[in-house]
């Protein structure tokens, strides 16, 4: 539209001069054409220096706006810019494009998504107009962001699936993490006020002239497995799915119950979880999980419980006995071995079960 104006008045300057010759027309209507051409020439010539950034928070809240900023940085003085997006949740599959108008170079805007998974933002398309906002230039850009989207978690009570994990001998400990283990030492110290007198290391003790504790490992527990089958589906389904997965493994983690977070997909993964702190990079990694286009079938778990999350039942008829399937579907099912729930009867469902 400023396009437009800036013609149609230089047209009308010209007109004036030739209908009522003027000696300053000619020059008013010469400056008025020139300027944004002059601008949009040096922004031309320096069109390849031109840097984009595209900038937003590393995690944001489900159905919660949060800011995504960008700016574009020039040699040359520049009036508006659009920023041409495309918007991808790398978890459900949804896209959709976004244009972000910027003054000066500068721009902020407000985002939501109501579905958790990662968000990649990638910037296709960069106009840039002369420093009047009057003609447009085409610039390279090749920029991108990731926002996780985290899920809304509830609480799962999981003491009954604790008892069945539950592990009493071991031969593998966490390598960086103490526990209360005697039989194997996690790491020698000296004495603390508060120490109990039985991690005493009498014999080391004597020989240093001080006291000196013995802190136990913590063994390793691979008896319980998260599995999110990350097969394509409805993105609401999608979004349940890994909100009842993270509540679980919240759920179990903040227990101290060890385990492993495993998922399909493009890219399978795989992450121990250990102690409470390691959860959000496991689950950040498991929201960054495109989907995959095979059919979902059920992992070998060579020991312990495997907790299966779905939206597709897999194609094995036989089911191992250490293994309970959670079915995010709308459809009904008549499975009594298969705890069958939709996103509205999530939390009710999963909040009290009881692993038969």
Known sequence: ???????????????TWLAAPWAAVPWIALCWLAAPLVSWLALAITRRRIRTELTGPGTAEKGKPFSVAASVDSAVPMGRACLVTDVENLATGEKRRQRLTMERGRGEWAMTSGLCGCMQLRGTKLVVWDIFGVLPLAVPCH???????????????????LALSSRTDCDEYAPDVKGNDPTEIFQLREYAPGDSLRQIHWKLSGKTGRYMV???????????????????????????????????????????????????????????????????????????????????????????????????????QLRPENTKILLCADAPCDDGEIICFTPETMRDTLGKWIWN
């Open 1 to 15: 539209m400023r396009t437009v104006l800036w013609l149609l008045l230089g047209g009308l300057l010209l007109v």
């Open 143 to 161: 920029v991108h962001a990731l926002i996780c989207v985290m899920p809304d978690t509830f609480p799962v009570e999981t003491d009954p699936v």
């Open 214 to 316: 013995r802190e136990g490992s913590k063994p390793v527990d691979h008896r319980l497995t998260i599995y999110v089958e990350r097969s394509a589906a409805a993105p609401r389904l999608t979004d349940a799915l890994l909100e009842a997965a993270v509540s679980l493994a919240q759920a179990f983690a903040g227990q101290g119950q060890p385990f492993r977070l495993m998922w399909s997909g493009e890219a399978e993964g795989l992450w121990e979880v250990m102690t409470e702190d390691q959860l959000p990079e496991a689950v950040a990694a498991l929201l960054k999980s495109p989907v995959s286009q095979e059919p979902p079938s059920l992992p070998e778990v060579a020991e312990g419980k495997l907790l299966y999350c779905c939206t597709q039942l897999p194609a094995e």
